[in-house]
C-alpha cells in the first residue's frame, strides 16, 4: 500500500465520521464540510491521475495535509 492509499483511506475513515456529525452540527460546520468535500473531490481526481510524478505528490501531500487539517477542526468543534 503506499503512503497516497494509506493517506487516502485515513481520509476516507474520517470523512465517513464526520459525515455523520456533520447532520448535527451547526451552519459553521455544514458551510466548511462543504469546503472540504470540493477539496476532497479535488484530491481524489487527482490521486487518480499519476501517482508517480513528483509535481503531482507535492500538490496531492499539501492538499492531504489540508484536509487533515479541516477533518481536525471540525471534529473539535463537534
Known sequence: MTDFD???AE???KRDELA???KLGSMEAKQEWDE???KFDDFSAKAQLD???SGVQDAL???GAELTKG???LTKAL
Open 6 to 8: 494509506k493517506l487516502t
Open 71 to 73: 477533518y481536525e477542526r
Open 20 to 22: 455523520l456529525q456533520i
Open 36 to 38: 472540504l468535500e470540493k
Open 51 to 53: 501517482k508517480t510524478t
Open 61 to 63: 501531500s499539501a492538499l
Open 11 to 13: 481520509l476516507n475513515k
